[in-house]
């Protein structure tokens, strides 16, 4: 693997890093989970999936189709070969940015369980977010427990069983095993 100090930790973090992208960009389609999944193959020294050569392909389609547009049509043109749509709600990034928030208070939600596996719902909603605050800061200071339950549970339909059994047959292939 890539640079810098390997043990199993740092091979989980880069297993879960790719596991969480693949998962992600198969439920979302945001390429910027797909582009970290590719340079996360490139700095680790992994074989980059087929499905990244697939979307690489597509963009090349799109990208060398359409070469005899004017100039103000070349960015639109790009943003959208590469899978950026300029339409609806939220941009990728933005969409990146709400789902690893759903990551930490799945997260947060499963340690409070995890601590406290008597306390009522309500109460581990309550911890979580406690702990969301001080391990993030004020951005979830807001945060009431009815959207960290909907946030739980979007996250995990991220995780559907035949995906996951999908990307982690996927992992065996490009992973050595540790």
């Known amino acids: 693997m890539g640079k810098g100090k390997k043990n199993k930790n740092y091979f989980h973090n880069v297993a879960a890093?790719?596991?969480?992208?693949?998962?992600?960009?198969?439920?979302?389609?945001?390429?910027?989970?797909?582009?970290?999944?590719?340079?996360?193959?490139?700095?680790?020294?992994?074989?980059i999936p087929e499905w990244v050569y697939e979307y690489f392909d597509k963009c090349a389609d799109k990208l060398l189709t359409d070469n005899?547009?004017?100039?103000?049509?070349?960015?639109?043109?790009?943003?959208?070969?590469?899978?950026?749509?300029?339409?609806?709600?939220?941009t990728p990034w933005k969409e990146v940015k709400k789902e690893i928030r759903k990551s930490k208070a799945h997260r947060a939600v499963k340690d409070a369980e995890k601590a406290s596996p008597k306390n009522?719902?309500?109460?581990?909603?309550?911890?979580?977010?406690?702990?969301?605050v001080d391990d993030f800061g004020p951005a979830f200071e807001e945060t009431d427990t009815g959207t960290i339950n909907r946030w739980i549970?979007?996250?995990?339909?991220?995780?559907?069983?035949?995906?996951v059994k999908a990307v982690l047959d996927e992992m065996r292939e490009l992973f050595p095993k540790v």
């Open 153 to 163: 549970r979007d996250y995990e339909e991220t995780f559907d069983p035949k995906e």
């Open 120 to 132: 009522f719902r309500y109460e581990i909603l309550e911890d979580a977010i406690k702990r969301l």
């Open 17 to 47: 890093g790719y596991f969480f992208n693949c998962l992600y960009y198969k439920k979302t389609n945001n390429p910027l989970a797909l582009w970290s999944v590719y340079r996360l193959c490139r700095e680790e020294n992994i074989a």
């Open 68 to 90: 005899d547009l004017p100039g103000d049509k070349v960015a639109p043109l790009c943003s959208e070969a590469l899978g950026f749509k300029s339409l609806g709600p939220g």
